[in-house]
Each structure stands twice: as C-alpha cells, then as structure tokens.
C-alpha cells in the first residue's frame, strides 16, 4: 500500500483530479465506508485531509472509529462537483496514528480549512491500494466516463 505521496508520484494526474475533488468546499470532504462487525458496510460523511504527504482524518468517537480499529479496510469517495458527475474513490487500510506530533499537524490543517474540532477525535492515515477517477467530459447525465484507474505495487 501507498501513502498519498507515492501515489501522487506514480499517477500525477489522477492525484490533482483528486486533491481538487477532495478540497471543492474547502475543508476536505468525502463518504467513508467501513465494515461493522457483522461484516455489513457502514456510510459516513468525514474531513479527510493531506498533510506531509500523506492522507489522514480526524475520527471522533464514533462507530466508524471502531470499525476501523478492528477493521482498517475502508473505501473514501469525495463529494460530486456542483456542474458534473466527475468521481473520486480511494480504497484501502486506515490506521490509528499514535503519535502527539502527526495528530496536531493534521488537526491544524483541518482547523485552517474551516473543520471544527471536538478535541476527542483521534488521526488515522488512509494508505493506498487503488484508487479510480471517473470524469464525465459533457457534465451531467454523460456517459460513458473517461475512467482512471491506479494500484499500488
């Protein structure tokens, strides 16, 4: 798996499509999917953010917080833009960081972008497996996509 710099090397293009997709509001923001217990997918809305090279979000005590401590497989698909359908999907392992430094860079970035933070809400980093980009070149109701697609080696 790779961290969002690696991944940014490998596939530039792929990677700007992204970080704009992810930061369209300001604060990044996508739809987490983890896996409960049962094995069942779970949906929820969060802030990720890319700091030092790598992809993190902040995940306050919560049901996703302990699905991916049990349970690190995650996928995380941005919000569409306003004027098309164009999507972003990264998939792979999150991870609790443990670490003071990491978790005040990332909460400050989150901070600087306009997310509020709780101050109970713990760092985890989001590693690569793969990730699509689909971009709908006529805006919306298009199709078919341009997709591209990148794995981690």
């Known amino acids: 798996m790779a961290t969002w710099n690696e991944f940014e090397a490998d596939a530039p293009d792929i990677a700007a499509a992204g970080r704009q997709m992810l930061y369209q509001f300001g604060v990044g923001l996508a739809f987490l999917a983890t896996l409960r217990k049962d094995g069942a997918p779970r949906l929820h809305p969060i802030c990720p953010t890319i700091v030092d090279g790598h992809l993190y979000a902040l995940i306050g005590p919560s049901p996703k917080r302990g699905d991916l401590k049990r349970d690190g497989r995650y ?11 164009d999507e972003f999907l990264v998939m792979g392992r999150a991870a609790f960081i443990d670490d003071k430094a990491i978790e005040e860079k990332v909460r400050n970035d989150c901070v600087s972008r306009g997310m509020t933070s709780t101050g109970d809400d713990l760092p985890f980093e989001f590693r690569i497996e793969s990730v699509m980009h689909a971009k709908y070149p006529g805006g919306h109701g298009t199709w078919p996509p341009k997709y591209s697609i990148w794995k981690s080696s």
């Open 75 to 85: 996928a995380l698909h941005t919000f569409p833009p306003v004027d098309v359908d």
